[in-house]
């Protein structure tokens, strides 16, 4: 996927919207663009984040050590809670990126689970005798 134009972003939330005096269907249109360019980005930011959690999965595993770390689970929370400057509450943010890491985790196994079985196949052809 192809990074979102910051460009674009940056000047789209910078033009100021005014809710007019009198709204029709029409004033609904700059606030519906706005959030689908915020969307496109966070959807490129969470690819992002999953590209970086995989490949911290793949050390993991070469490190022999466990998928789910629940005090680092706690501190990623910590930390997106401690930058929410609202209007969501801290319990909205909490239970967004509580699905995040959920998401994020299976994908961590699921690359793991691929490598093992990659592995076994590695294995089992190397003492196949060919």
């Known amino acids: ?16 919207v005014e809710a007019p005096a ?3 269907v029409e004033a609904l249109r700059p606030w519906r663009d706005r959030i689908d360019a915020i969307d496109e980005v966070v959807i490129y930011l969470l690819n992002q984040r999953a590209v970086c ?10 490190m022999g ?16 809670m401690a930058s929410n400057p609202g209007p969501l509450p801290d319990e909205a943010v909490r239970r967004l990126y509580e699905r995040v890491i959920d998401e994020t985790r299976a994908l961590e196994r699921r690359l793991s689970e691929e490598a093992s079985e990659r592995e076994d196949g590695d294995r ?7």
């Open 1 to 16: 996927m192809p990074a979102p134009s910051l460009e674009a972003l940056v000047a789209l939330l910078a033009a100021r």
């Open 22 to 24: 009198d709204p029709d």
């Open 53 to 62: 959690a995989a490949e911290i999965g793949h050390l993991k595993r070469q």
């Open 65 to 80: 050590l466990p998928v789910y770390v629940p005090t680092r689970e706690e501190q990623v929370l910590d930390n997106v």
């Open 124 to 130: 089992a052809g190397n003492n196949s005798g060919t």
